[in-house]
């Protein structure tokens, strides 16, 4: 059974930690690594005690009110770290069943914080739009063409 809970800020690095667990190579000075701000909020998936993914919230540049969401996928992405490139495969059902877990909880956490908006954008095919039909949020275009998805909180 899918377990999403919030991710306290001491324990953040804990995810990156078992994200590595098993792979070859060091996990990645965070601190160091770091290139952009911290995230408010942080959930996790867990599934049988495993790391399922995490999703992460930002203040939305330029939007008051609003966050960015944000989202990583366990084993796609210790697929990127050891192939060294994105996988280009569709979202099957289960991760968009659990990435529909991640940001349903970090649409709660983000509605208590007082946000009224979330948005994302593409990146891996199947993955913003899953999420976007099954939590009734709406495509926006920008004036340059790039689409994104909002829900209302």
């Not at 495969?89 to 956490?109: N, Q, T």
């Amino acid at each position: 059974m899918l377990e999403v809970e919030p991710v306290p800020d001491e324990a953040a690095a804990d995810l990156y930690r078992a994200l590595y667990a098993g792979l070859p190579g060091p996990v990645p000075d965070l601190v160091r690594e770091a290139s952009g701000p911290a995230p408010t909020e942080v959930v996790a998936a867990r599934e049988a005690g495993e790391l399922v993914g995490w999703a992460e919230l930002f203040p939305a540049p330029g939007e008051p009110g609003a966050a960015v969401l944000q989202w990583l996928l366990s084993d796609r992405e210790r697929q990127r770290i050891t192939s060294g490139f994105t996988t280009a495969h569709p979202a099957s059902p289960a991760e968009i069943d659990v990435l529909c877990a991640l940001a349903s909880a970090a649409a709660d956490r983000a509605r208590a914080a007082g946000h009224t908006d979330l948005r994302w954008w593409p990146a891996e095919p199947g993955f913003a739009e899953g999420i976007a039909a099954a939590l009734g949020a709406e495509p926006v275009v920008d004036a340059e063409g790039w689409r994104s998805y909002r829900l209302r909180l």
